[in-house]
């Protein structure tokens, strides 16, 4: 039984079911626990709740912002098609380092300029999330503790999602040939 979601945008939440992204990147809920330099999310298997409210198409890539359904409220149910876990997860080195992996991603250059710029006494992280789609997806009343900006919702017992059956929406092969291409594009500074 999954009871840990991430909250994230839903074009987000969808890339990453339709197998489009395996990327995401994140201020703070990492970890250096393993050591120094090994990172890890602060929950690393989660399931993936889509936000609405926050949305912007402009900073999301042109070719996906017909996708972006934004809303001026959060709705009243929230509807889990999938869980996400992280694979690997790398300080990002630099903003030109970050930039070779364009084809990578879902973000406009103006939304990562806000995360390389938010809290910039903090590093940003990039996080490979191998995500699957539940074999059912799962409904649940979107509760007044869900709500509000925040990465990780704790869901209530009665709401907590059987991921049995849960298939893999990317296959290991094309997996690792991404979390290569960010290794090459980060360890060649």
């Not at 999310?41 to 070719?63: A, G």
């Not at 059987?162 to 290991?172: C, M, P």
Request: charged letters at 30%.
């Amino acid at each position: 039984m999954l009871d840990t979601a991430l909250k994230e945008w839903s074009i987000v939440c969808d890339l990453l079911l339709s197998g489009e992204l395996t990327l995401l990147l994140r201020k703070g809920g990492i970890h250096e626990t393993g050591g120094p330099g090994v990172f890890e999310l602060e929950h690393p298997r989660f399931l993936l709740y889509p936000s609405y409210v926050h949305q912007k198409p402009r900073m999301i890539k042109p070719t996906l912002r017909d996708r972006v359904e934004v809303l001026d409220e959060e709705p009243h149910e929230i509807t889990f098609g999938g869980l996400g876990e992280a694979a690997t997860v790398w300080q990002v080195p630099s903003r030109q380092a970050f930039d070779r992996l364009d084809t990578l991603h879902c973000w406009s250059p103006k939304q990562i300029d806000m995360r390389f710029n938010y809290k910039p006494d903090r590093p940003l992280y990039l996080v490979a999330v191998r995500a699957y789609r539940l074999a059912q997806p799962h409904t649940v009343k979107n509760h007044a503790e869900y709500s509000g900006c925040r990465s990780w919702v704790a869901l209530r017992p009665e709401d907590g999602v059987d991921d049995e059956g849960a298939k893999s929406v990317i296959d290991e092969k094309s997996f690792s040939a991404i979390t290569e291409q960010v290794d090459q594009a980060f360890f060649r500074e």
